[in-house]
């Protein structure tokens, strides 16, 4: 089956609930995202709220808060909000990885896998029942004379030692307290929390859960999404491999790569479309597929999105393409289209309309950078 990418660009801004919008919960966008960064806790709420029909402020920390979605270290390292059984799978098989094994992560952060062990069976014990502050949970672990010497490294605001931790199932986030984080346990912050199954268990889960979105796709991108190519290269594909007749291989202008099949002849149908969308800073719509994507952002434009700090700018996406970036400024929308190209005017006064809704704030006029 040969795909253009107009097709497929088309196909992916309906899965992704960007065009058309939903009416459906919070929970089933993040699900459907297979879950929505939240290193800013904004990002995620803007991502979650431009994909809604009619926005409503705070509806992801609502949800965080009530159990229904968890937040934890998954993928890339990064903070996600995440639907509890998907967060279960996606932590199993980047755990599967024990990137805290290898010598490099050892040298960069100081502590042994070991040591590692010790701590995922402290926290697990510490947290038991219990919501904590960082200091609390730091204070708590380091008043262990085998783990007094890793004090200064769990307190260090990149969590790179509780990240293990955290895709073994042995924390999460829990509600914050004014400006500090918690944490606890996901089987404390999930009511039916069943832990973490076995890799090959999760695989599919996973991979089938990122194809709904973000197909089609390689195992390599898959991987990329997932671990930053943490895990062996022939695990992935043998994983991809066992899903079998589920998968279907499609040509994407010369690039091979895998649909669901249940989503082939959908996509195949598929009609490119004329469309234009704001949407925020680390938003899913591109960091799925990666910035290093060449067909979805140009090459010459990367670090115009991929900025310094691993910061992603919020981006202009016209036909499914990124085609600029956008700030507010002094209550302005301020537009900066790639190659110079003129905003598209047509459709970018109700995107702009859009954005001020689900950002609870007034747009006083649209301008080019």
């Known amino acids: ?30 699900d459907r995202l297979c879950g929505v960064q939240a290193q800013v806790t904004s990002s995620a709420e803007l991502a979650v709220a431009l994909r809604r029909g ?39 098989v980047i755990a599967s990885a024990r990137t805290w094994e290898k010598p490099v992560w050892q040298r960069n952060f100081g502590a042994s896998p070991a040591e590692v062990a010790a701590l ?24 262990d004379p085998a783990l007094h010497r890793l004090g200064e490294e769990l307190r260090s605001g990149w969590g790179a030692l509780l990240k293990p931790l955290a895709w073994q199932g042995a924390l999460c986030h829990g509600p914050a307290q004014g400006n500090r984080i918690t944490f606890t346990t996901p089987a404390h912050q999930v009511s039916g929390w069943r832990g973490l199954p076995e890799p090959d268990a999760a695989a599919p889960i996973a991979i089938t859960g990122y194809l709904r979105a973000y197909g089609p796709a390689t195992p390599e991108s898959f991987d990329a999404w997932l671990s930053r190519n943490s895990l062996r290269k022939t695990i992935v594909r043998k994983w991809f491999a066992e899903l079998g007749d589920a998968l279907t291989e499609v040509e994407v202008a010369g690039r091979r790569a895998y649909v669901l099949t249940e989503h082939a002849d959908e996509l195949a149908a598929t009609q490119p479309v004329a469309s234009v969308h704001l949407l925020g800073a680390f938003d899913q719509y591109v960091l799925g597929p990666g910035t290093s994507d060449s067909e979805l952002l140009p090459a010459e434009h990367r670090s115009k999105v991929s900025r310094a700090a691993g910061w992603i700018s919020p981006i202009v996406v016209v036909g499914g ?32 309309d859009h954005l001020a809704v689900a950002l609870g704030q007034d747009i006083a006029s649209v301008r080019a950078q």
């Open 321 to 352: 393409r990124i085609a600029g970036t956008w700030e507010i400024v002094d209550g302005d929308l301020v537009v900066a289209m790639f190659d110079g190209a003129a905003p598209p005017k047509k459709h970018l006064a109700t995107a702009a």
């Open 120 to 143: 995922v069976e402290s926290v697990s014990n510490i947290l038991d029942g219990a919501v904590l502050t960082r200091d609390e949970l730091v204070e708590a672990l380091v008043a």
């Open 54 to 92: 009619k926005p409503e402020p705070d509806a992801v920390v609502r949800e965080l808060n009530s159990g229904t979605l968890i937040k934890t270290w998954a993928m890339r390292g990064t903070l996600h909000a995440l639907a509890p059984d998907f967060a279960a799978a996606a932590l199993a």
């Open 1 to 30: 089956m040969q795909l253009t990418w107009d097709q497929v660009f088309a196909w992916r801004l309906g899965r992704q609930f960007v065009a058309p919008r939903t009416d459906a919960g919070v929970p089933e966008i993040v």
